[in-house]
């Protein structure tokens, strides 16, 4: 009996690790959500304050900004 009930204790501390840790989930889920969402809306503000000049410079691929450091 001694042994059944220690088995259903370890059992329920291992629902309330589990549980605990499924709500962190969901917290970090939801934080990693609105990141990405002020992330996406700071890019946007940028975009349209960035002289166009500016923009094309940025968005030039790598092996064009490098060609000139190539000896």
Not at 32 to 44: A, D, H, K, P
Not at 49 to 71: C, E, F, V
């Amino acid at each position: 009996m001694k042994e059944r009930m220690g088995q259903l204790v370890d059992a329920q501390k291992e629902v309330t690790i589990t549980s605990e840790a499924s709500e962190r989930e969901l917290e970090l889920e939801a934080q990693l959500v609105e990141t990405r969402s002020i992330i996406q809306e700071q890019e946007s503000i940028m975009s349209k304050h960035l002289p166009k000049t500016d923009r094309r410079r940025n968005s030039a691929p790598p092996s064009q900004s490098l060609s000139g450091l190539r000896g």
